[in-house]
Structure formats: structure tokens, C-alpha cells
């Protein structure tokens, strides 16, 4: 089964997660960049990014090329941001055609539920939410054991 992760990562710990879930599955990665960046730092960071996140915005991302059609799985991966997704994820789902696909959710979050991110983004993709997630905390600047363990067992069960 041939895998992206596609994944967008303000502070590193979504890229952190996503590069080694990529490297335990063999998969790809696509990092999402936003044509105008988001602040990340101080003040401007959470209300400028909650903002968008609140306002379901689609913001522009920098062009990538990626032939989708020869991926059977795609793992989305996102911040948490006022507790769903952040929206550069919306602008991918968005402008992709995704029927057919498997597909799998990690959410990295300072401590918040993922919960609701993970029922937002399988209701913008129109399906169950019975799919693998995984929620990590602050994986790369609070480094833990038990993460690298999480993150096997959530491999785990996409190889079966
Ligand atoms: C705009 C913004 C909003 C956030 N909202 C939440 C939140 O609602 N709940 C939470 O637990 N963490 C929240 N966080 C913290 C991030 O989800 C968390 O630090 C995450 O690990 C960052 O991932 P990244 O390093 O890939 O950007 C927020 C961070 C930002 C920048």
C-alpha cells in the first residue's frame, strides 16, 4: 500500500511526527506551505492562527507537485488550532480529488483534546470517522518514550 503524509507544521512538531511515521512505513511526506506564512511568534501567532482556523478560512498554499493517483492511503497531519485543524489541511482536501481513498489522521496538540479535529476533518472528506489517528503532545519540544511508542503501534495498525 503505497503512502502520503500530507501535513502542514507551524512549529515543527507535526513534521517531526510526520517524518517519523514516514520513515517506519516507507511512506512519502508533502509539507504544506502557505503562500502568506502565519505568524509564530508571541500574540499575533494564536490570534492570527485561531482566527483562521475559526473562520474555516482556505488559505493559499505554495504550488507542489505530487501525483496523487499513485497513492492508495493518504495520513493527514495537523496542529491542533483552536481546537480543530489548522487550514491549510481544508485548502488540500479542498483542491484534491480524494474518492477512493484510504485514509488515516495524526493530530499534534499542547495538551487539548484532537477529538474534534479528527470529526472535522472526516466530515470535509465526507466519510466515517472509524479511521487510525493518532494524538500526539508537543512531540519534538517535549520529547517522550511513550510518543515513539504511540507512534509504532499507530503504524502497527496500518500494516495490518
Ligand atoms: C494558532 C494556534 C492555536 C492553537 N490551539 C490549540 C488548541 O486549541 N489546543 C491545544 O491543545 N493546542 C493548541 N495549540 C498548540 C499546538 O496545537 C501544539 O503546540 C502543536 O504541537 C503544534 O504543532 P506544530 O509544531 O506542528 O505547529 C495552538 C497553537 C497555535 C499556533
Given at each position: ?80 488550532w ?6 491549510p ?26 477529538d ?28 517522550d ?16
Amino acid at each position: 500500500m503505497k503512502t502520503l503524509i500530507v501535513h502542514y507544521s507551524l512549529e515543527g512538531n507535526t513534521a517531526w511526527t510526520s517524518e517519523r511515521i514516514a520513515q517506519e512505513l516507507g511512506a512519502d511526506t508533502l509539507r504544506l506551505i502557505p503562500k502568506k506564512a502565519y505568524p509564530d511568534k508571541g500574540f499575533a501567532k494564536f490570534f492570527w492562527g485561531g482566527k483562521s482556523a475559526k473562520m474555516k478560512e482556505s488559505p493559499e498554499l505554495e504550488p507542489y507537485s505530487i501525483d496523487l493517483n499513485s497513492y492508495d492511503r493518504i495520513i493527514l497531519a495537523s496542529p491542533v488550532w483552536a481546537g480543530t485543524f489548522a487550514p491549510p489541511l481544508r485548502t488540500f482536501i479542498r483542491s484534491e480529488k480524494l474518492a477512493g481513498k484510504q485514509f488515516a489522521f495524526v493530530m499534534c496538540s499542547a495538551g487539548g483534546s484532537a477529538d474534534k479535529a479528527f470529526a472535522g476533518l472526516a466530515q470535509l472528506l465526507g466519510i466515517a470517522e472509524n479511521v487510525p489517528t493518532l494524538h500526539l503532545i508537543d512531540p519534538k519540544s517535549r520529547p517522550d518514550a511513550e510518543n515513539d511508542r504511540k507512534i509504532k503501534e499507530f503504524c502497527q495498525k496500518l500494516h495490518a
